[in-house]
């Protein structure tokens, strides 16, 4: 079945990049709706405020996951509350925010994990339909790349390899099912060099970025207080972003994604690449036999608590 929010819940944060505050609103939606964004600091009809997550709606970015509509409206840096909606199962919301980034709050998907578990879930009267990968579907860029491959349900395996000794190398895969992202991913922060905080700087980005809502590294040192949630948050991370990115897809997919120093434009261009090949996958209609295998399935504030 599909499932929306029982009620809306509401953010406030600064947005990651340009460090304006933002507002946003996550609202309960019909069956069959799907996740779309709003913007409500834009002028003109609702329908042109409007974009729907899906692949035709991909904007590359290298720094985030961005979309955006035929009338020029773009919604940036959606990948931990993708990857949140995703975790916890929620098909179907309207999302309201009144600037072009959503707010990076603690660098994670904690807090809108624990807002939807706390108001939960409503079942909707409607079939799930997820993707079924049916043969492996690949994608690189130099020495990166990301791959789909067949499996009964989602998992995700990713590797890192950085040189600063903070982070090195790091590989993990997991089975997302049953609340294993609310447990295992979801408080794992976005990370970077100082460095890189540097540059981006200079270049107008990353103004809302700070110690508190990222994990800073340069060398062997955690530059950010309290230092890693999790000994290998890194990697953690990365997964979190590629279950965000996969949720761009509009649907839950069942397979087995592999990703080797991938980021958000890779893993956007995996999901075109699947759909772009009718004999990769196939739409199914997700049973009670697999329902409770998928990743919202059961999950509840215990979950939270174990990720603490």
């Known amino acids: ?56 709606a991909l904007i590359e970015a290298s720094l985030c996951t961005q979309i955006g509509n035929r009338h020029g409206v773009t919604v940036s840096t959606i990948e931990h509350l993708m990857a949140a909606l995703a975790g916890c199962g929620i098909h179907n919301a309207l999302i309201t925010l009144d600037g072009p980034e959503v707010p990076i709050l603690d660098g994670s998907s904690r807090a809108f994990v624990a807002a939807f578990v706390e108001v939960g879930t409503l079942a909707q009267n409607a079939p799930l339909r997820a993707l079924r990968v ?43 099912c049953n609340g294993t992202f609310v447990r295992e991913l979801s408080d794992s922060r976005t990370f970077c060099r100082q460095s890189d905080v540097d540059f981006m700087r200079a270049n107008g980005l990353a103004l809302g970025g700070t110690y508190e809502n990222a994990v800073v590294v340069e060398g062997d040192l955690v530059l950010s207080p309290g230092g890693l949630r999790h000994a290998n948050e890194p990697v953690r991370h990365k997964m979190l972003d ?27 261009r995996l999901v075109r690449a699947l759909l772009a090949d009718p004999l990769a996958y196939e739409w199914v209609a997700v049973g009670d036999d697999q329902a409770h295998s998928m990743p919202g399935a059961g999950v509840c504030a215990d979950d939270l608590l174990l990720s603490a």
């Not at 020495?143 to 395996?157: G, H, K, N, Y």
């Not at 996969?246 to 990703?259: D, K, S, T």
């Open 242 to 268: 590629a279950m965000g990115d996969l949720a761009v897809a509009g649907a839950p997919i069942l397979g087995r994604y592999v990703g080797h120093r991938a980021g958000h434009t890779l893993t956007g």
């Open 134 to 176: 049916l043969r492996p579907v690949e994608v690189r860029m130099n020495d990166a790349w990301a791959r789909l491959e067949p499996a009964d349900q989602l998992s995700i395996a990713f590797e890192i390899d950085f040189p600063d000794a903070a982070i090195g190398h790091q590989q993990l895969e997991l089975e997302l």
């Open 1 to 56: 079945m599909q499932t929306t929010l029982n009620s809306t819940v509401q953010f406030t944060g600064v947005a990651l990049h340009s460090g304006v505050e933002v507002k946003l609103d996550v609202n309960p939606a019909s069956a069959g709706h799907g996740v779309v964004f709003e913007r409500s600091d834009l002028a003109g009809p609702a329908h042109k405020r409007r974009v729907k997550v899906g692949p035709d």
